[in-house]
């Protein structure tokens, strides 16, 4: 018989430990370090470096030039339907013919099946469908018509070379100068250098005018335009700095992106109010680039090649100018020097030691050494080695210095520094200076954030 009121004496109780204890107690103590840690890691300035190279200012220096030739516009002395027979970009001699125009209104039909392109045309024909597709970008559809007026160009040149009998040639329409033909109007006909802007340079407004694509004309209509004359220019937007780069400059070496074709051209700076331009003067090659308005140009500029460091990595600081008499050369390291140095207390005694200080310069033809201003203050005194004289130091004695802090040594050395080329973020310095800077040194990349012996983390 089971009694279901008896106590279960084997129910053991489970010990229950205090809250506060000596794991807690730790682990408290790490999560509490681990958040001072990261609070401070995210408040303190974080110091950026950069690695020195060796090289150049490279810069952008590529411009859409717009092209101005003397330019002699033809107009239709009558109207009808107009048949070209000309190369756009040929030189044709005064008095030959470059189209013509049926009073009637139609043309003799051409079979194209009675033809058939050479390899001539086809090459021709794939060079202009090729350089579209290479310079094609969206945001330049001007190129889509330019490749249009290049095709029908060559169509109309295979059509003029079939049989006279299929082409009824009326009312000629002959040349009145000697030039280069050209087939398209785009409004700068008449522009000159007095009337520049920067808004002609946006491509995005560019339009040409094909007029090879019209089948017929009005009498005073655009039917061609003649280049009369070999000298032409090249006129590209300039900015301040490059203005300040190439003022004085007489000539300068350019290649344009075309074709790869380099040249030496007579260079000028054309100002119109606030806005710069560079003038070339091409007195030869025309004929490369009768038919483009537009062409992509690079300057070739002889810049200095040397340690490349970002402008925001340069500081100036003042230092002392310490005469070579007075400074105890380390045999060990040319970078040291040791000062002998009288103090003065407040009560007029005074107190005489030795100093070790870092030398950032040293001009060997006024035999001056330049130590941080720091180390020393207006007032103290610097005394030659075995000898009686001395010299106080005052604000005369104060240089300032270009540099930047060199942090190679896991704190800030200030480094002297010597530009001599420069552009809105970046700066050339010279080399080879046993006080300054060495190619794949580490400097701060912001020298705002950092001052002289600071230790860098």
Request: aromatic fraction near 12%; charged fraction near 25%.
């Given at each position: 018989?089971?009694?279901?009121?008896?106590?279960n004496?084997k129910v053991?109780k489970?010990?229950?430990?205090?809250?506060?204890?000596?794991?807690?107690?730790l682990?408290?103590?790490v999560f509490v370090y681990?958040?001072v840690?990261i609070f401070l890691y995210l408040t303190e300035?974080?110091?950026?470096t950069?690695?020195?190279v060796?090289?150049?200012?490279?810069?952008?220096?590529?411009?859409?030039?717009?092209?101005?030739?003397?330019?002699?516009v033809v107009?239709?002395s009558?109207s009808?339907?107009?048949?070209y027979y000309?190369r756009?970009g040929a030189?044709v001699?005064?008095d030959?013919?470059?189209?013509?125009v049926?009073?009637?209104?139609?043309?003799?039909?051409?079979?194209?099946?009675d033809f058939a392109p050479d390899?001539r045309?086809?090459g021709r024909?794939?060079?202009?469908?090729s350089g579209?597709?290479t310079?094609?970008?969206e945001i330049?559809f001007?190129?889509?018509y330019?490749?249009?007026a290049?095709?029908e160009?060559?169509?109309?040149?295979m059509?003029k070379?079939l049989?006279t009998?299929?082409i009824?040639?009326q009312?000629?329409?002959s040349?009145p100068?000697?030039?280069?033909?050209?087939?398209g109007?785009?409004?700068f006909?008449?522009?000159?250098?007095?009337?520049?802007?920067?808004?002609?340079?946006?491509?995005?407004?560019y339009?040409?005018?094909s007029l090879?694509t019209r089948?017929?004309?009005t009498?005073g209509?655009?039917?061609?335009?003649?280049i009369t004359?070999?000298e032409w220019r090249?006129?590209?937007?300039?900015?301040n700095?490059?203005v300040?780069?190439?003022?004085?400059?007489?000539?300068?070496r350019f290649?344009f992106?075309?074709?790869n074709?380099?040249?030496t051209a007579?260079?000028s700076?054309i100002?119109?109010?606030?806005?710069?331009f560079?003038?070339?003067?091409?007195n030869?090659s025309?004929v490369?680039?009768?038919?483009?308005?537009?062409l992509?140009?690079e300057?070739i500029l002889n810049?200095k090649?040397?340690l490349?460091?970002?402008?925001s990595?340069?500081v100036?600081?003042?230092?002392y100018n310490?005469?070579?008499?007075?400074a105890?050369?380390?045999e060990?390291t040319?970078k040291?020097?040791?000062?002998?140095?009288?103090r003065?207390?407040a009560?007029?005694?005074s107190?005489i030691?030795y100093?070790?200080?870092?030398?950032?310069?040293?001009?060997?033809?006024t035999g001056?050494y330049l130590?941080?201003?720091?180390?020393?203050?207006?007032g103290?005194c610097i005394?030659?080695e075995n000898s009686?004289?001395?010299r106080?130091?005052?604000?005369?004695?104060v240089?300032?210095?270009?540099?930047?802090?060199?942090?190679?040594?896991g704190y800030a050395v200030f480094?002297e520094?010597?530009v001599?080329?420069?552009n809105e973020?970046?700066?050339?310095?010279?080399?080879n200076?046993?006080?300054g800077?060495?190619a794949y040194?580490?400097?701060v990349?912001?020298?705002?954030?950092?001052?002289?012996d600071?230790i860098?983390n």
């Amino acid at each position: 018989m089971v009694l279901f009121g008896k106590k279960n004496n084997k129910v053991t109780k489970y010990r229950r430990y205090p809250f506060f204890n000596i794991g807690t107690l730790l682990f408290g103590i790490v999560f509490v370090y681990m958040v001072v840690c990261i609070f401070l890691y995210l408040t303190e300035t974080h110091i950026m470096t950069y690695e020195v190279v060796r090289g150049n200012l490279s810069g952008n220096f590529r411009y859409q030039a717009l092209s101005l030739r003397t330019e002699e516009v033809v107009r239709a002395s009558q109207s009808g339907s107009i048949r070209y027979y000309a190369r756009e970009g040929a030189r044709v001699s005064a008095d030959s013919t470059v189209c013509s125009v049926n009073e009637s209104g139609s043309l003799e039909p051409v079979a194209y099946e009675d033809f058939a392109p050479d390899e001539r045309d086809i090459g021709r024909l794939h060079s202009v469908m090729s350089g579209f597709v290479t310079d094609f970008s969206e945001i330049s559809f001007q190129r889509t018509y330019e490749m249009k007026a290049g095709i029908e160009s060559i169509l109309a040149d295979m059509t003029k070379n079939l049989d006279t009998d299929y082409i009824s040639v009326q009312n000629r329409c002959s040349a009145p100068d000697s030039g280069f033909v050209i087939y398209g109007i785009d409004g700068f006909e008449e522009t000159s250098s007095a009337n520049l802007t920067d808004d002609m340079f946006d491509l995005n407004n560019y339009r040409l005018e094909s007029l090879r694509t019209r089948k017929q004309v009005t009498a005073g209509d655009v039917i061609y335009k003649l280049i009369t004359e070999e000298e032409w220019r090249l006129y590209f937007p300039m900015s301040n700095d490059l203005v300040t780069e190439l003022t004085g400059q007489e000539s300068i070496r350019f290649r344009f992106l075309k074709d790869n074709q380099t040249f030496t051209a007579p260079f000028s700076i054309i100002r119109n109010g606030t806005e710069s331009f560079g003038e070339i003067v091409m007195n030869n090659s025309l004929v490369r680039y009768a038919t483009d308005r537009f062409l992509e140009i690079e300057l070739i500029l002889n810049r200095k090649e040397g340690l490349k460091i970002p402008v925001s990595a340069i500081v100036d600081k003042e230092f002392y100018n310490i005469p070579e008499d007075f400074a105890i050369v380390n045999e060990d390291t040319e970078k040291e020097i040791t000062l002998k140095v009288e103090r003065f207390r407040a009560d007029g005694s005074s107190e005489i030691s030795y100093l070790t200080a870092n030398v950032y310069s040293y001009n060997k033809e006024t035999g001056v050494y330049l130590i941080n201003k720091s180390l020393l203050k207006e007032g103290d005194c610097i005394l030659q080695e075995n000898s009686a004289k001395r010299r106080e130091l005052t604000d005369n004695d104060v240089t300032v210095l270009h540099g930047v802090y060199n942090i190679n040594k896991g704190y800030a050395v200030f480094r002297e520094i010597t530009v001599i080329d420069q552009n809105e973020e970046y700066c050339i310095v010279e080399s080879n200076n046993v006080y300054g800077l060495s190619a794949y040194d580490y400097i701060v990349l912001n020298a705002s954030e950092a001052d002289v012996d600071q230790i860098i983390n």
